[in-house]
């Protein structure tokens, strides 16, 4: 069986992710900072899943990382199938609170390294005759950005989901198939490492899913060969409306959501 690499897999979505292919029988290469917790995560999908699972330790703040994430790769001879680019970041504070280094590495990790993980494995899907490509982006991609903390998090969403539009144009002729992932509210560890659990803890529990309800429905729209996949109906039928509405009323829905968004 094909090898799935994954970033960010050991919460949250990336780990619904990994369990959600585990169960499909393919082998995988985890990718993420917190080693003693890859280690365990990859031993327990290994032994309950029956499949191989490869860790490699890496921060995708690094700018070194994709390359000897690739590197690693290679020296293990994986046929790598589908990318998984999951990792998050997120900056709690306002533009002009925030170091130029922790907007550098929102940056690196959100939109860099992604464009960099991909570029590196291009080669190998068309050699192998195809492959897959999940960017996981945000319903942030389509919604105002945010006027008081997180400012870059929407703006590289939205820059992620036209790159996946632009690798569909130039690469779907090799069999090569990305998927911008974006979902909603998601119950995460997230929130919480990422300071803004209060404001999640705000959000009406008919907004959230699960981060396995995201994974499946994500997965299933990737190997469908979906451009897009917006996870949940009423995520669905928001993103459609938001379009038609002015961007006042998106805002003060927004801030009834998700807790001063844009104040």
């Known amino acids: 069986m094909s090898t ?32 003693k917790r ?13 499949v191989k699972v490869h860790y490699f330790v890496a921060d995708l703040k690094d700018k070194n990382a994709p390359q000897k994430i690739y590197d690693h790769v290679k020296s293990l001879n994986l046929d790598i199938e589908t990318l998984m680019l999951n990792a998050g970041y997120q900056i709690n504070t306002r533009l002009e609170d925030a170091s130029l ?7 690196r990790v959100l939109g860099i390294s992604v464009i960099m993980l991909t ?4 080669n190998d899907l068309k050699k192998r005759g195809g492959g897959y ?20 998090y929407g703006p590289v969403k939205t820059f992620m989901n036209r790159f996946v539009e632009a690798l569909n144009g130039a690469y779907n002729k090799h ?4 998927t911008s992932a974006c979902p909603g509210f998601t119950i995460t560890e997230f929130h919480e490492v990422s300071g803004v659990q ?11 899913m699960s981060s396995d309800d995201v994974a499946i429905e994500s997965i299933n729209g990737m190997f469908k060969k979906r451009e897009v996949v917006i996870t949940g109906r009423l995520n669905r039928f928001l ?25």
């Not at 570029?119 to 291009?122: N, R, S």
Request: glycine share 8%; charged share 25%; with cysteine.
């Open 239 to 263: 993103v459609g409306t938001l379009k038609w509405l002015p961007k006042s009323l998106v805002k003060f829905i927004g801030n009834k959501l998700a807790g001063g968004r844009y104040k």
């Open 101 to 107: 280094e922790d907007e550098e590495d929102c940056l």
């Open 4 to 35: 799935v690499l994954i970033t960010g897999p050991t919460s949250g979505i990336g780990y619904s992710l990994a369990i959600k292919m585990a169960e499909k029988g393919y082998d995988l290469l985890l990718i993420a900072r917190r080693e």
């Open 133 to 152: 490509v999940m960017v996981v982006s945000s319903m942030a991609a389509f919604a105002p950005p945010s006027g008081e903390f997180a400012v870059l």
């Open 119 to 122: 570029k590196l494995f291009l």
């Open 38 to 50: 890859l280690q365990k995560i990859s031993q327990n999908l290994q032994e309950k899943y029956n």
């Open 198 to 208: 209060d404001r999640m803890d705000k959000v009406p529990s008919y907004m959230k």
């Open 175 to 178: 069999n090569i198939y990305a």
